[in-house]
């Protein structure tokens, strides 16, 4: 199962609601995975997201875009994600 069809949500009237980005594990950077996410998501739950699909179990994920850690209380279009960013999974607590 693809990390696209766990996460992708469709945007019917084209208004741009939807995101999608290629987010990078420490793990497997070779292998990147892209996601469709809703730009009015959570960050945290972005995160979340995102590391199941990479098969991470439990610690804090968060996403970073280049150096900056995300504010994972930010929704994603407010923290400045925009479609065709890339971003790195990190863990605040050192796990992933």
Known sequence: MS???QTTQTDPD???E???VEVFAPRDPEHPKTFEWDKHL???TAAAE???AFGYVGGAPALSKGKE???PALQLHQAGVKSG???DL????GGV
Do not use: F, P
């Not at 990190?90 to 607590?93: F, S």
């Open 50 to 52: 995102a590391a199941a």
């Open 90 to 93: 990190l863990d605040n607590g």
């Open 85 to 87: 960013d890339t971003l």
């Open 69 to 71: 850690t995300l504010d």
């Open 42 to 44: 959570l960050v945290s």
């Open 3 to 5: 990390s696209t069809e």
């Open 14 to 16: 084209g208004k741009g």
């Open 18 to 20: 939807i995101l999608t």
